[in-house]
């Protein structure tokens, strides 16, 4: 594990991972920038000087694969998701990295290009098998959760969970990209796994894995149960919002803004469901 910073939330700097099998190492997300990239290519040939085979991809925001093309450059094939949509680069791929450059500064970014689109694609589930380690990669549930875009990697054997961003320190997982209901259904995919360990995509390794779990699950079925009883009383989306704090300006990732820009997504897909024109 490679982890970034804790008590921080989806502010602080991501987690990343390896996996030294004996026949190579798979690299769990490449971290927000060239630079950072670099390090953790560092931090690995520290370990070991086996060949870097593969780059999993958990999901496709900057700050997990914006160091993708430094791991790529130096021999990984990259598997991730197909999807690489999200709200950051809705407008343009070059929109996002012009607005990365001014949240991580052009020496972070210097040598970008864009190396997420994947080598091997993973729209329901794969096995890497390399020096006799089983590697699961997996979407095991339907429709967006965090993003459209998420993967977990497991490792049977050892139960050890990287979860991506599915998984926040402080249980407020974001689903602005994705939606309530499918990320309450990938909660309920890696809590039957029962893993051991689990690596959140921001933030401290949880000493309970399903505690976290259990947390995240619980806080995104009060905010559905919330926005559904504010549709039902016919109470519109602002007035639905009026009863959480302000959102941080200036801090789109805060936890109160997380919590705020959440309930916003989860209105409307409440909304849709209870006017039928969600499955």
Known sequence: MVLGDTGRGSEGRPN??????????????????PAQGEQLVRTIRSVTREPLRWLVLT???????????????????????PDVSTGVDEQSREAAESAWMLVVGRAQM?????????????????????????IVIAHAWRGPAHTAGDLIVWLPAERVLFAGDLLIEDGVTMVVD?????LLEALDTLRAL?????????????????????RTRDYMVRLRAAMRGA????????RALDSLPPADEGRPVSRRSR????????????????????P
């Open 110 to 134: 210097a040598g970008f290009a864009y190396a997420d689109v994947p080598d091997r694609a993973v729209v329901a589930s794969d096995t890497l098998r390399l020096g006799g380690k089983a």
């Open 194 to 214: 029962a893993p051991r360990i689990a690596v959140p995509g921001h933030g401290a390794i949880p000493a309970d894995p399903r505690a976290l779990i259990d």
């Open 259 to 278: 919590e705020r820009r959440n309930a916003n997504r989860v209105y409307l897909e409440v909304e849709k469901e209870l006017m039928g024109l969600e």
């Open 231 to 238: 549709i039902e009383r016919h109470r519109s989306l602002n």
């Open 59 to 81: 999901h496709h925001h900057p700050d997990h694969h914006f160091g993708a093309i430094v791991l790529r450059r130096a021999g990984a094939w990259v598997i991730a998701h």
């Open 178 to 182: 994705g939606s309530g209901k499918g």
């Open 16 to 33: 990343a991972g390896f996996i030294v099998t004996g026949d190579g190492v798979v690299v769990i997300d490449a971290l927000a920038s």
